[in-house]
């Protein structure tokens, strides 16, 4: 392989770029809409759920009760309710998530038995939210449970050890704020790798095809690695600026903890860039059409790295079947990284399964790469 033609492929390839103001958009504009997109639009923290409250008996504990979850953050200003009635029609128009419902002989029942149950009913059209919703409910209720436990205890004067033999202490590691932002926003840098890097390689052998300038190219004497290493150069340097955008993004206007190293976040990125940037190239070679080209590769990467990669959902409570099939998508391998570096600062020792995984991966697409191209016009 010759310096000299690897150069000279890389300066057309370049060149190629500045004049094709879409190359430019996709490569600068993608990353940033991507980042603002899915870093304001994308949450999975649900809080200030909107509560209704239906209190039967407007004692002083059923108020307590209901000040509780209105003091907490994850429900909104509980909205009186009057009737049956009245508790379909807001769970029906959307007003209220969850409805909770206190008896009539709420304090009653908690004087003579020591307990009492409270009625919740939750809008279960989004299943996800209506779990987390309830488990909000619950937590409340067992803080005001405890509260009341403890005031029988001293009111008999009796030990605090014998309310609770065994208690719990968490500690959330990492993301001490459960901020679902913090390991969103670093997916989107491979998610943004992943589109960006496939869709511009995805238009070079295709551009030369459309162009009528693959007879030129066929006739040079560059050789398929002098051609494949020339043809990504350009755009191996401008995924680096787009990571380097991401990273500033994520770290100074997110607030996202970064807690790893600059090297080995540009390492790993490397080599997801190497892997991603073949898989077009590939697509370019095998589909003469820049449209169709680009539209596989969109298919090839975006769609593997949102729904297998664990960017949104969690690999772990996939199907045995689908847990499989993530073990061939690279960027299971890259989210694993990204989230590991910025999160827990985590260096390349810790994360040698990983790498060498999207090593082999890449090592793989290259000979493949390679030897995809035919100096041929066949």
């Known amino acids: 392989m010759r310096l000299r033609r690897v150069r000279a492929v890389a300066v057309k390839e370049v060149l190629q770029i500045v004049r094709d103001p879409r190359s430019l958009m996709i490569a600068l504009l993608i990353p940033l809409m991507q980042m603002f997109v899915f870093g304001y639009g994308v949450s999975l923290d649900v809080k200030h759920i909107p509560l209704c409250v239906q209190d039967r008996e407007a004692s002083q504990a059923s108020r307590e009760l209901v000040r509780h979850f209105g003091a907490s953050r994850y429900f909104s200003a509980p909205r009186p309710l009057a009737g049956q009635g009245e508790i379909v029609r807001r769970l029906d128009d959307g007003t209220c998530r969850i409805v909770l419902v206190v008896p009539a002989d709420f304090s009653r029942r908690l004087n003579d038995t020591g307990a009492a149950a409270v009625q919740a009913l939750v809008d279960g059209t989004d299943s996800n939210t209506a779990n987390i919703a309830a488990n909000y409910a619950r937590a409340v209720l067992s803080a005001y449970s405890a509260g009341l436990r403890l005031d029988t205890v001293q009111r008999r004067g009796e030990s605090l050890q014998t309310l609770s033999p065994v208690d719990v202490e968490s500690r959330v590691w990492f993301n001490e704020d459960l901020e679902s932002r913090n390991f969103i926003v670093p997916g989107i840098v491979a998610l943004v790798m992943a589109i960006v890097g496939a869709q511009l390689t995805a238009l070079t052998i295709a551009r030369e095809w459309e162009r009528g300038t693959m007879e030129q190219l066929v006739s040079t004497p560059v050789e398929p690695m002098e051609l494949l290493v020339g043809k990504l150069l350009p755009y191996f340097g401008l995924g680096l600026m787009d990571a380097a955008i991401c990273l500033a993004l994520a770290v100074f206007w997110f607030g996202v903890p970064f807690r790893g190293t600059l090297f080995t976040l540009f390492f790993t990125t490397s080599l997801f860039l190497l892997v991603v940037l073949c898989i077009g190239y590939?697509?370019?070679?095998?589909?003469?059409?820049?449209?169709?080209?680009?539209?596989?590769?969109l298919l090839l990467t975006m769609m593997p790295t949102v729904l297998l990669s664990g960017f949104a959902f969690p690999i772990d409570q996939m199907p045995a079947l689908v847990r499989g099939v993530t073990f061939l998508v690279s960027a299971r391998y890259y989210v694993h990284i990204l989230k590991a570096v910025f999160l827990k600062g985590s260096g390349?020792?810790?994360?040698?399964?990983?790498?060498?995984?999207?090593a082999v991966y890449a090592l793989v697409l290259v000979v493949l790469a390679a030897r995809a191209f035919r100096k041929t016009l066949d």
């Not at 590939?282 to 590769?297: D, E, P, Y």
């Not at 390349?348 to 999207?358: E, H, K, Q, S, V």
């Open 348 to 358: 390349l020792t810790a994360l040698a399964l990983p790498i060498l995984c999207l």
């Open 282 to 297: 590939l697509v370019s070679v095998s589909i003469r059409s820049q449209v169709a080209a680009s539209q596989v590769a």
